[in-house]
């Protein structure tokens, strides 16, 4: 089996990576980068659970190979606050109350922060549609689903 | 029984407080077992299965496993003579002489990478004889089928288990109560069912992982997803011939159990596997397939329900027989059959009840503890009965349901009295949310709308002396650390427990920091975080501790200051005098004391509190008869109303509103409350409409998402209503009871029933698909 | 009978070939192990699954043209293999002159999928169940292949042989597809029914485009193609024929709608029963039809 060396920006920082031709980019987050809190819920592209944003766009990370991700960016749910605060859709899930087991918690922020960026002002339709990829079996989704309206409200605020 | 020793001052018991666990959750921080990191020194397991349901193991040969370069080390059955089990010592670690399902562990293996030890277990070589599976309950309890313990008389059992020796039945729990036979013919109406209830599977998003390592003392540690820690030490340690103490068990947070990580199912693999490799830990995860069906699923059930009512509508006798496809191994199963067996009438004073409970061996998955704990399964068929029973008497339902629902002192159907309970409350409040009583018209001319509602009870299943422990300590900066043995697995457990601590001992809530996460070495004893009972049985425990470490705290400062210990409190850290004003921070001397007041020396010492509680009356049930003074702790009630809608070109449900009432006594945090209920109405609605473990010749036909289809964001209702109400149970923290699993209760029968009045079509069972109801509606005539 | 999935992908050599030719030449000489992959959505899970292990896999996304999503006032659209379906659904050409290309790709999996899911993935996948495939046929989609003898093109008529079989020969990789510009005013859907509401494989899936041609007998012309009920996706030749020779109204379509579900040859599977099956592709053809149907009538 072949090893590839790649360079890729984690979380902005920039690492220098070899990594068999299989292991997925999950693998190379928790196992090589030791950045678990992608979770792995499924290794088959259904649950949502290792969501990570790459290139600015939600990808179930079990389903890409990290060899693919030679100059790249990726965004972790351990990127997602800045030094100074939380994200928006991290402070409003813990308000609304969005946050039980906490396994899908990291796969859904990273929806969600991908939603937001594309549609500023979703509504409830939408954001269900966006959501459809992230399995949760603890909330039944209602409270996420208002985290994310009140996270597009916050931002709003904001301008 | 002891009362609540609940507090004057409440606060913030009762508050919606935000998690204590929610920030970690959200920045990504929270550690959850396949988390932890282990070194250079961690080897990864899989496991040889039987591909068989039923087969006797004739030879196993490991030897080209173990020369694989990478290999660590190969075990199977024979390095390990024991069994395990909670309620019944049914199983071996390893199979030894015969595989009882599809999935049963053979054989494992360690090794330096998860792609060798799997190339390895490509390399163990079994040979088996078939034998002939048995795949079906009631067959399973016929004296025609094969024996699959053929020794189950010979097994360890709990007292109140009750096998039959040279059968499949390994659980045959009963209630004669009044006269049955005599009193069919005093009733108006008699409604005679079957219902079949399919095995589906708990899918927490986090699968199965345990980390074992075996110090050459011989000292275990094991890392796991667990919410029974503490049961783990005890049954693993006895199965392996180590001490408790010897067994460490380090509990992390979970995500998500539903029960399918209560007692011990893959675990023992794991610490097994790592006595072969002493000073290495060894770690094995469940794949989401094998997580669908080699762990625990929830049984399947076939069930009779017979009733009558007189021509008041009164319910006079049930007589209900369960067949419980209880898989390969009842070890935790058998309680399953006999808390449906002692909760069998369902929430109704009914004078005469015949039960039969029978938990049968099949070579199925293996049964255990899934949220509900046989109630979901149960009242899947009763409500509808329920509801048939008024409709044949032209009663309404809900008037049904109130004339005959528990009330305080009504007689339960084991014999004691019920305690004071809200569950008309429930039941008129989820009506009046559901404008019961309204037609509501179909939102378009292909569409069908109906409302049905159904009612539940549940008790905490569990032997009567199951215990909770809990200690505080205070740190000089004024920080409570509580410790527990409960687990937090979505529920709330952590958030509610210092909510409960603040409010008795006197800190504010964000003063509190649990010593977590649950290590079998430091933490105080759990029973199990099963049962819905941590806010009630560690809250008790909790209390005890706060006020016992209150009362060295109140007392040490009562006598620095020559008062009255009963003028003193402690409100927000500070110990206060309501007679002179004084104040004293207890942070200024909970670690390190006080000097005397005279000055020659000091007074106190570091402050810590204990409290442990059990049950102590709960009264066994005759063998018999099923009758007994005390048969539980108390029940939590609740209701569940669903309006809905099914496509006349598809046969899809549509739920358009979904409401439901519990009474949990006290709410000590009601957002984290209706949480529950939203999130248990939903997980009930997708087992309701999707999910089913669609089982042939013992095969899991689909064991991935790809094809066990849970409910998505897309299939929520589009309006949920949780309705909190609070009749106080006298001996619960401020009065609370449990509601973690009983959200999930009532869904299919209020589904079934609205699905009913929609089209008039019942089923055998869910879930209620699309294709099943259209090709039902076809022959029923309502479309062509 | 018991499916032994592997915990994680199997062991293969990732190759990257930079130009068409060492692709094909690459892909010919490893006829029998080396696979191409654009998204891996399907591949990677079949290699998981144990059903294909591939010693290579060659990354094509990247070669020359593969990222383009073109439209030519003149001669209509190409899409290159490795465009996503999210670009396609998001592109504002599509949903002006193809929106059929857009319904379809929305019906797919989820949002994370479908950045890494492709139209091409799709069709050389041959799932009977393949969503795009029915738009990609309604719309004249032709392939642009490169081969070992170089470049060609293929029609979606002949392509697919059977589940999961396709025309392609060793050393084709499917650079593109290609659209004529569709009939003026024409309208289209794709109804798709699965267990849930949204993210499921199809039970049964539907693709309806209808416009005006007065050289049809009715003054219409409609393209019917189901999905998941045949080995292959399902032309419904009949229904369509019927549709151009008959006046259309509410009659006929319901009798096209029964046409295409006696041309529909399910099977019984986890999903769904072949009668079941049956009855869907009838309604949903109806639904379908009706509501072309009143977008042409506007």
């Known amino acids: 089996m072949t090893f590839h060396e790649i360079i890729v920006t984690i979380n902005q920082n920039q690492e220098k990576i070899t990594v068999p031709s299989n292991m997925t980019l999950m693998r190379m987050l928790r196992e090589v980068l030791a950045l678990t809190g992608t979770k792995n819920g499924c290794s088959a592209g259904e649950c949502g659970a290792c969501t990570v944003l790459m290139n600015g766009e939600p990808v179930n990370s079990c389903m890409v190979l990290a060899v693919e991700c030679d100059g790249a960016e990726i965004i972790t749910v351990e990127g997602l606050a800045?030094?100074?605060?939380?994200?928006?859709?991290?402070?409003?899930?813990?308000?609304?109350?969005?946050?039980?087991?906490?396994?899908c918690t990291p796969g859904i922020l990273i929806s969600s922060r991908a939603l937001l960026n594309r549609n500023p002002d979703p509504s409830d339709a939408e954001i269900k549609e966006a959501l459809v990829g992230n399995l949760c079996r603890c909330t039944g989704y209602t409270r996420i689903i208002d985290a994310i309206k009140e996270a597009a409200m916050r931002q709003k605020a904001k301008e | 029984m002891e009362k609540s020793l609940a507090q004057k001052v409440n606060s913030p018991v009762g508050e919606n407080k935000l998690r204590i666990d929610a920030y970690e959750k959200v920045?990504?921080?929270?550690?959850?077992?396949?988390?932890?990191?282990?070194?250079?020194?961690?080897?990864?397991?899989?496991?040889?299965?039987?591909?068989?349901?039923?087969?006797?193991?004739?030879?196993?040969?490991?030897?080209?496993?173990?020369?694989?370069?990478?290999?660590?080390?190969?075990?199977?059955?024979?390095?390990?003579?024991?069994?395990?089990?909670?309620?019944l010592k049914d199983r071996q670690i390893f199979c030894r002489d015969r595989v009882r399902y599809v999935g049963d562990p053979i054989a494992g293996v360690a090794a330096i990478s998860e792609e060798i030890a799997e190339k390895a277990i490509d390399l163990i070589e079994v040979e088996y004889e078939i034998l002939e599976p048995v795949l079906d309950p009631e067959f399973g309890a016929?004296?025609?089928?094969?024996?699959?313990?053929?020794?189950?008389?010979?097994?360890?059992?709990?007292?109140?288990?009750?096998?039959?020796?040279?059968?499949?039945?390994?659980?045959?729990?009963?209630?004669?109560?009044?006269?049955?036979?005599?009193?069919?013919?005093?009733?108006?109406?008699?409604?005679?069912?079957?219902?079949?209830?399919?095995?589906?599977?708990?899918?927490?998003?986090?699968?199965?992982?345990?980390?074992?390592?075996?110090?050459?003392?011989?000292?275990?540690?094991?890392?796991?997803?667990?919410?029974?820690?503490?049961?783990?030490?005890?049954?693993?340690?006895?199965?392996?011939?180590?001490?408790?103490?010897?067994?460490?068990?380090?509990a992390p947070l979970v995500g998500g159990g539903f029960g399918s990580k209560a007692g011990v199912s893959m675990e023992s693999l794991a610490v097994a596997i790592a006595s072969k490799v002493k000073g290495y830990p060894v770690k094995l995860r469940l794949t989401r397939e094998e997580e669908f069906y080699t762990a625990f699923v929830r049984q399947g059930l076939v069930a009779y329900f017979k009733m009558g009512c007189d021509e008041n509508g009164k319910i006079l006798a049930m007589e209900n027989t369960f067949y419980w496809d209880g898989g390969a191994y009842t070890e935790y199963g058998v309680n399953i059959t006999r808390a449906a067996g002692y909760s069998s009438t369902g929430p109704?004073?009914?004078?005469?009840?015949?039960?039969?409970?029978?938990?049968?061996?099949?070579?199925?998955?293996?049964?255990?503890?899934?949220?509900?704990?046989?109630?979901?399964?149960?009242?899947?068929?009763?409500?509808?009965?329920?509801?048939?029973?008024?409709?044949?008497?032209?009663?309404?339902?809900?008037?049904?349901?109130?004339?005959?629902?528990?009330?305080?002192?009504?007689?339960?159907?084991?014999?004691?009295?019920?305690h004071p309970t809200g569950l008309s409350q429930c039941l008129e409040k989820t009506a009046e949310a559901i404008d019961w009583g309204k037609k509501a018209l179909p939102s378009a001319p292909n569409k069908r709308r109906g409302k049905g509602i159904a009612l539940m009870w549940k008790a905490p299943a569990m032997p009567g002396n199951a215990g909770s422990s809990a200690f505080i300590e205070l740190a000089e900066d004024g920080m409570l650390t509580l410790g527990v043995g409960c687990q937090e697995i979505g529920q709330g457990a952590f958030t509610v427990v210092a909510q409960m601590v603040a409010a008795t001992f006197g800190v504010p809530y964000e003063s509190v920091r649990l010593a977590t996460p649950v290590d079998t070495r430091y933490s105080p004893y759990e029973w199990q975080t099963v049962a819905s009972r941590?806010?009630?049985?560690?809250?008790?425990?909790?209390?005890?501790?706060?006020?016992?470490?209150?009362?060295?705290?109140?007392?040490?400062?009562?006598?620095?200051?020559?008062?009255?210990?009963?003028?003193?409190?402690?409100?927000?850290?500070?110990?206060?005098?309501?007679?002179?004003?004084?104040?004293?921070?207890?942070?200024?001397?909970?670690?390190?004391?006080?000097?005397?007041?005279?000055?020659?020396?000091?007074?106190?010492?570091?402050?810590?509190?204990?409290?442990?509680?059990?049950?102590?009356?709960?009264?066994?049930?005759?063998?018999?008869?099923?009758?007994?003074?005390?048969?539980?702790?108390?029940?939590?009630?609740?209701?569940q109303a669903v309006d809905l809608e099914v496509?006349?070109?598809?046969?899809?449900?549509?739920?358009?509103?979904?409401?439901?009432?519990?009474?949990?006594?006290?709410?000590?945090?009601p957002d984290l409350v209706k949480a529950q209920i939203e999130g248990g109405m939903v997980q009930g609605i997708s087992s309701a409409l999707f999910e089913s473990l669609m089982l042939k010749d013992g095969y899991v036909q689909n064991p991935s998402f790809v094809d066990y289809r849970i409910a998505t964001s897309m299939d929520i209702p589009n309006s949920m209503q949780a309705i909190i109400v609070e009749v106080p149970q006298d001996d619960g923290p401020w009065g609370a009871r449990g509601i973690g699993e009983h959200s999930m209760v009532p869904a299919i029968p209020a589904i079934a029933n609205a699905i009913y009045d929609a089209i008039g079509i019942r089923f055998e069972g869910p879930p209620f698909t699309a294709e099943k109801i259209y090709l039902a509606m076809m022959e029923a005539g309502i479309i062509k | 009978m018991v499916k032994n999935t592997h915990p994680t992908l199997p062991e293969f050599d990732y190759v990257k070939p930079v130009t068409l030719f060492e692709t094909s030449q690459f892909l010919f000489t490893h006829s029998n192990d080396s696979s191409p992959?654009?998204?891996?959505?399907?591949?990677?899970?079949?290699?998981?699954?144990?059903?294909?292990?591939?010693?290579?896999?060659?990354?094509?996304?990247?070669?020359?043209?593969?990222?383009?999503?073109?439209?030519?006032?003149?001669?209509?659209?190409?899409?290159?293999?490795?465009?996503?379906?999210?670009?396609?659904?998001?592109?504002?050409?599509?949903?002006?002159?193809?929106?059929?290309?857009?319904?379809?790709?929305?019906?797919?999996?989820?949002?994370?999928?479908?950045?890494?899911?492709?139209?091409?993935?799709?069709?050389?996948?041959?799932?009977?169940?393949?969503?795009?495939?029915?738009?990609?046929?309604?719309?004249?989609?032709?392939l642009h292949i490169h081969g070992i003898a170089g470049s060609r093109f293929e029609s979606l008529s002949d392509f697919f042989l059977g589940p999961g079989k396709t025309n392609l020969k060793p050393g084709d990789i499917v650079?593109?597809?290609?659209?004529?510009?569709?009939?003026?005013?024409?309208?289209?859907?794709?109804?798709?029914?699965?267990?849930?509401?949204?993210?499921?494989?199809?039970?049964?899936?539907?693709?309806?485009?209808?416009?005006?041609?007065?050289?049809?007998?009715?003054?219409?012309?409609?393209?019917?193609?189901?999905?998941?009920?045949?080995?292959?996706?399902?032309?419904?030749?009949?229904?369509?024929?019927?549709?151009?020779?008959?006046?259309?109204?509410?009659?006929?379509?319901?009798?096209?709608?029964?046409?295409?579900?006696?041309?529909?040859?399910?099977?019984?599977?986890?999903?769904?029963?072949?009668?079941?099956?049956?009855?869907?592709?009838?309604?949903?053809?109806?639904?379908?039809?009706?509501?072309?149907?009143?977008?042409?009538?506007?």
Not at chain 2, 647 to 669: P, Q, S
Not at chain 3, 76 to 99: C, F, K, W
Not at chain 3, 195 to 210: H, M, P, Q, Y
Request: aromatic share 6%.
């Open chain 2, 142 to 250: 016929s004296s025609r089928a094969p024996l699959i313990h053929p020794d189950l008389g010979k097994y360890v059992v709990a007292s109140f288990i009750f096998p039959q020796a040279g059968s499949n039945i390994s659980n045959h729990f009963k209630i004669r109560k009044g006269n049955i036979e005599s009193t069919w013919q005093k009733c108006k109406t008699i409604i005679e069912r079957k219902y079949h209830i399919p095995h589906i599977q708990h899918v927490p998003l986090e699968p199965h992982v345990a980390i074992a390592r075996v110090d050459k003392s011989g000292e275990v540690t094991l890392w796991d997803s667990s919410q029974s820690p503490f049961a783990q030490r005890d049954l693993i340690a006895e199965a392996l011939g180590i001490t408790q103490s010897k067994m460490r068990v380090i």
């Open chain 3, 37 to 142: 992959f654009l998204g891996g959505t399907d591949l990677f899970i079949r290699m998981r699954d144990g059903v294909i292990k591939p010693h290579y896999l060659v990354d094509i996304k990247h070669l020359a043209g593969m990222d383009k999503l073109d439209f030519d006032p003149q001669k209509g659209l190409t899409i290159g293999a490795a465009v996503n379906m999210n670009r396609v659904i998001n592109s504002p050409d599509v949903q002006e002159h193809y929106p059929l290309l857009a319904d379809a790709c929305k019906s797919v999996a989820s949002y994370q999928l479908r950045n890494r899911a492709t139209i091409i993935g799709n069709i050389c996948n041959a799932s009977p169940a393949g969503d795009t495939i029915g738009a990609c046929i309604a719309l004249d989609g032709v």
């Open chain 2, 27 to 87: 920045i990504g921080t929270a550690q959850y077992a396949d988390d932890i990191q282990f070194g250079n020194k961690l080897l990864h397991a899989r496991i040889k299965r039987s591909p068989y349901p039923h087969a006797k193991i004739k030879k196993i040969d490991v030897s080209k496993a173990r020369i694989l370069p990478g290999v660590k080390a190969v075990v199977c059955g024979e390095d390990f003579p024991g069994f395990i089990g909670l309620y």
């Open chain 2, 647 to 669: 496509d006349l070109d598809t046969g899809r449900v549509e739920i358009l509103k979904a409401v439901a009432a519990f009474d949990v006594g006290k709410a000590i945090n």
């Open chain 3, 175 to 298: 650079t593109a597809i290609s659209f004529p510009l569709p009939p003026q005013g024409h309208a289209s859907t794709y109804v798709k029914l699965g267990r849930n509401k949204l993210s499921d494989l199809s039970i049964v899936g539907v693709t309806v485009l209808g416009n005006i041609d007065t050289k049809k007998q009715s003054g219409f012309r409609f393209r019917v193609i189901l999905a998941s009920v045949a080995p292959v996706p399902l032309i419904v030749t009949q229904a369509e024929t019927y549709l151009s020779s008959h006046e259309v109204n509410q009659e006929t379509i319901h009798q096209a709608a029964c046409i295409a579900s006696e041309a529909s040859h399910p099977i019984n599977d986890v999903r769904g029963s072949a009668r079941y099956r049956r009855e869907m592709v009838r309604n949903l053809t109806e639904n379908a039809l009706i509501k072309v149907w009143k977008k042409l009538n506007q």
């Open chain 2, 348 to 418: 109704y004073e009914v004078p005469n009840v015949k039960a039969d409970s029978y938990c049968v061996y099949t070579n199925h998955p293996v049964g255990g503890p899934m949220r509900g704990f046989g109630m979901p399964e149960m009242h899947a068929g009763l409500e509808q009965c329920i509801d048939e029973l008024a409709l044949e008497m032209g009663m309404d339902p809900v008037e049904f349901r109130q004339l005959n629902c528990l009330k305080e002192g009504s007689i339960l159907p084991t014999g004691g009295k019920m």
């Open chain 2, 534 to 639: 941590i806010t009630w049985s560690t809250g008790n425990a909790i209390i005890k501790a706060a006020q016992d470490a209150r009362k060295q705290v109140i007392n040490l400062i009562a006598e620095a200051w020559n008062e009255n210990p009963d003028d003193l409190d402690i409100v927000n850290g500070n110990v206060i005098s309501y007679k002179s004003e004084r104040e004293i921070k207890v942070k200024d001397f909970a670690v390190k004391g006080l000097p005397k007041p005279d000055g020659r020396g000091w007074m106190g010492g570091p402050v810590i509190g204990r409290g442990s509680f059990m049950p102590t009356d709960v009264t066994g049930l005759d063998a018999e008869t099923g009758q007994g003074e005390h048969a539980v702790v108390h029940f939590t009630t609740g209701a």
């Open chain 1, 82 to 103: 800045s030094d100074k605060q939380l994200d928006p859709v991290q402070d409003s899930i813990i308000q609304t109350g969005g946050v039980q087991c906490g396994f």
